[in-house]
């Protein structure tokens, strides 16, 4: 109203202004004419200030179907869709990660201080909300500001109980959070999203682009006090929901490992512990589980080193473990048998001028003997046939010294130096687990490429990525061959040694199942300190699968320092066999009976 009445009431001032002048006789003519000029730009140049405002105010604003005119007072606001689920895959594909609607608790410090009710609002949502009074009441004291967070990420039953409060100044603003119903499990796998929405670990990472959603958009139109004019919205496009991604992880059988890990932490005082299992013909892998452990819904109280998934992310040397993909590649080139004989010199042996010793002193030792009683003197022989460059190209067929390629993000590629800088020494050493430094993965893959008649296959850990309707699948994991290193006889021989780990006189008798025949290896790796061996901390490892015959799950366990025992057969088989029990029994596994009569007519016996 002032701005339509201001263009008369100046014209009039200038009027006025003209006629005092000319009204003035004696005034002098130089400075009547230099005043009136004055006076009348001044006017003239407010006049067109006032009337561009109000071209702006009445014209531009008011044309909504022009976008270019609409900018400056318009808003593009973005919108998130709902995140998708994580889903295991036992029978019920419980949901193991997913979106609720929360609520944030909002008041107008402003307002309640105009009302002089600051001190009755505290209390009141203190009472409610489980909060500090003192701490409230300051935060609503604060002057000038008429927005401040009470809490947020509140469940829609109690933003209801605050409702009825029904303090003025007291609102809500709707919100989501990521949930994660069973606080640690599985945590490595699944891993988190952060505040901003983004997935920061395990597969909320990997398949961030597919959980997340399409992201839609609004283009508002604000008026001045920058809020939405709602009938006057410009365009609108809605999100899409984000997928839902299936794991390949059982809940039952996840349960276990966890337990079984918990248990061996308490037993041996070890610094941590880690552990999967995985389907020998597939690849997929039935459960994963590091300790320690953290809260996904309270990640960001946790550590890195919590936060670790140490199956894909630690490396080790692994100790005796690695004497079975030895054996496996010179039966396969030829060069043994099981029933070749080694002299193990009695427990000690010297090559390069180093000693090299055995647990236990023995003579002449079968390669069958070799593995079932552990020999690194026996061991490093093979090798030394094998030869530096073979042995190479087997460990790298293997999958040492290199990604596997799961699922996950975060794998460790391992250490598996070039033959070209290997010492004289360096043979013997690797042979035995040492001077080589893999993941626990790749352990239980070459050993599962053992019992799967020579092929490497892929891990992964997602079965499936299908849309939030479940109508179409975006993604299925599927088994994928890597390689084979190695013939299905020379794969069957190295098997059937392995079985006799578990037997009466190996060093695995604690892997040993009643109703299942369990082949496998352990392993007693010294832990490097400061550039040497150290005497007192040590890997505990044990990896095997059963049935031995036609074996369907591989395992591997690995114990981290434990003491007072601290041999892989010791302290990692006990633990295997806790797990492998009951997962016989889930899974429906049998031939319990051994058929020695299928057995490779190879000289084992």
């Known amino acids: 109203m002032m701005l339509m009445w201001s263009g008369p009431i100046l014209w009039s001032v200038c009027a006025a202004e003209c006629v005092r002048l000319r009204g003035d006789r004696n005034m002098n003519k130089g400075v009547e004419g230099w005043r009136f000029c004055f006076v009348g730009t001044a006017l003239g140049l407010c006049m067109i200030g006032l009337l561009i405002r109000l071209y702006v105010l009445h014209v531009v604003v008011n044309v909504s179907g022009n976008p270019d005119l609409t900018q400056g007072r318009s808003y593009e606001r973005d919108l998130h869709g709902s995140r998708g689920r994580v889903l295991e895959s036992g029978p019920f594909q419980n949901t193991l990660a997913l979106n609720v609607d929360l609520k944030n608790v909002c008041v107008n410090p402003q307002r309640l201080q105009q009302e002089n009710l600051v001190s009755e609002a505290a209390r009141a949502l203190a009472e409610t909300l489980a909060l500090d009074v003192d701490v409230l009441a300051v935060r609503m004291s604060r002057p000038g500001r008429q927005f401040e967070y009470v809490q947020r990420f509140v469940p829609k039953e109690t933003a209801a109980r605050v409702e009825q409060l029904e303090l003025p100044g007291v609102f809500f603003r709707d919100t989501v959070a990521r949930h994660y119903p069973l606080n640690t499990f599985l945590c490595h796998v699944i891993g988190f999203v952060n505040h901003e929405g983004v997935g920061s670990a395990g597969v909320e990472q990997r398949f961030n682009h597919l959980l997340r959603g399409t992201p839609g958009v609004r283009h508002e139109l604000l008026d001045g006090g920058r809020r939405e004019i709602p009938d006057r919205r410009i365009r609108e496009v809605a999100p899409q929901p984000g997928a839902d991604v299936v794991l390949t992880i059982d809940q039952t059988i996840q349960g276990l490992l966890e337990q079984a890990l918990d248990g061996a932490m308490a037993e041996h005082g070890a610094k941590a512990a880690w552990a999967a299992a995985q389907r ?44 079975p993909v030895v054996v496996a590649a010179a039966i396969n080139e030829g060069l043994i048998t099981s029933s070749t004989v080694f002299d193990c010199e009695n427990g000690l042996w010297y090559h390069a001028r180093r000693p090299l010793r055995d647990y236990s002193p023995h003579g002449r030792l079968s390669v069958a003997d070799i593995l079932q009683k552990s020999s690194n003197i026996g061991t490093a022989k093979i090798a030394l046939e094998l030869g530096e460059p073979r042995l190479e190209y087997y460990l790298r067929e293997f999958g040492f010294g290199s990604v596997l390629g799961i699922d996950l993000p975060g794998e460790e590629l391992g250490i598996l130096h070039p033959n070209a800088r290997w010492s004289a020494l360096c043979a013997t050493r690797i042979a035995i687990g040492q001077g080589v430094a893999v993941t626990a993965l790749q352990m239980l893959s070459a050993i599962n490429a053992i019992a799967n008649d020579g092929y490497l296959m892929q891990p992964y850990v997602v079965r499936e990525v299908r849309s939030h309707d479940g109508n179409s699948i975006l993604y299925r994991g599927e088994p994928k061959v890597l390689r084979r290193p190695v013939s299905a006889q020379s794969a069957a021989v190295t098997m059937a040694m392995m079985r006799r780990v578990t037997e009466q006189g190996g060093t695995g008798r604690a892997a040993r199942l009643e109703n299942v025949a369990v082949a496998g290896k352990t392993g007693t790796g010294q832990k490097p300190v400061d550039g040497r061996y150290s005497d007192t901390d040590y890997m505990a490892t044990f990896v095997g699968f059963f049935p031995a015959e036609n074996p369907e799950v591989s395992m591997i366990v690995v114990v981290d320092s434990p003491k007072p025992r601290y041999t892989g057969g010791a302290v990692a088989a006990p633990v295997f066999r806790e797990v492998a029990e009951p997962l016989v029994r889930y899974l429906d596994i049998g031939d319990p009976l051994p058929r020695l009569a299928q057995q490779p007519k190879d000289g084992f016996r």
């Open 280 to 323: 020998v013909r597939t690849g997929e892998i039935l459960a994963m589980a590091s300790r320690p452990a953290y809260d996904l819904n309270d990640f960001q109280r946790s550590s890195e080193d919590q936060r670790r998934n140490r199956v894909i992310g630690e490396v080790f040397e692994p100790g005796s473990v690695m004497k």
